[in-house]
């Protein structure tokens, strides 16, 4: 850059042209810290959606299914030293812990997953499915409040084991809509869980201890598959391409004229002085022939 000559010294020049250098070279603290898109194969992301929505199946919603729980645990003997009057409302109490548990901790549990990520999250979630089967599978039936807790700990591993998984949705891109719908029905299927309790207890005359234990088996698997494929940070969508740029239209240029050489002044003083002496000359002409 060249100060023009005669010019006035601009001394604010080079400050401003400093700070357009920052501007643009530097990138905001977003910028720097957005995640990246991390390219995953077909094949990788069927699998793991498939572990996503067994997930989902099978740990998710299974509080809501105490319709059909109820049978097994009165035909196991239930709070059965109380009086008659007193178990349905044991009962239901023990229901009302695991539904709210699955109803009322998915708010904090969205800050939770923002803050520790997905794999900790589920680990956690199947943690807690371990114990509170083994409460319900091996604990005291008489003790309310043990119930209650197991029955807790069932409900609330429910949503700590089905938000991790709708990151998964992300790697579909334009289909994320058809993906998440999938584990919504995952997630409503999983409230039949108990139907199934229900079923091998009426056929095969399985003890609740033997259906919770089986069900431990459930936690396990969430657990390790959650441990080794779920991801510490979730997945993000892949970026939209590009779109395409219009025509540009560049407008033709304009012909160039030739510019006439410079007059020196003695030339056009001596053109001038021509000019006037014809203008004597057709004077004294024109005078002449009048007289």
Partial sequence: WRRPRGGP??????????????TRTSRSPTQMEAPQYQEVSASKRTFLFSLACSHVLLASGEAYGWTAL?????????????????????????????????????????????????????????????????????GDKQAQTLMMLGYFL???????????????????????????????TC??????????????????????????????????????TALFFWPDLPYRAPPPPPAPRPPSHTPSAAPRTRASPPTSPTSSSSSRSRVRRARRTRSSACGSTVW
Avoid: W
């Fill in 187 to 224: 997630f409503e299927l999983s409230t039949g869980v108990f139907l199934v309790f229900a079923e091998l207890h009426r056929r095969l005359q399985l003890s609740h201890t033997a259906l919770f234990l089986g069900y431990c088996g459930v936690g396990v698997y969430a657990l390790v």
């Fill in 70 to 138: 109820r049978p097994v645990l009165i035909d196991s003997g239930f709070f059965d030293s109380f009086p008659p009057e007193q178990r349905p409302a044991m009962l239901n109490a023990v229901a009302t812990m695991g539904i709210a548990a699955n109803a009322l901790c998915k708010l904090p549990l969205g800050f939770f997953l923002d803050k520790c990520g997905p794999r900790f999250t589920a680990c956690l979630g199947a943690i807690q499915l371990i114990i509170g089967s083994l409460i319900m599978a091996i």
């Fill in 9 to 22: 010294k601009d001394s604010s020049y080079p400050a401003s042209r400093a700070h357009r250098i920052v």
């Fill in 154 to 184: 069932l409900g609330m591993a429910g949503p700590f084991l089905q938000m991790p998984c709708f990151q998964f949705s992300e790697l579909y891109g334009a289909s994320k809509a058809s993906a998440m719908a999938n584990l919504i």
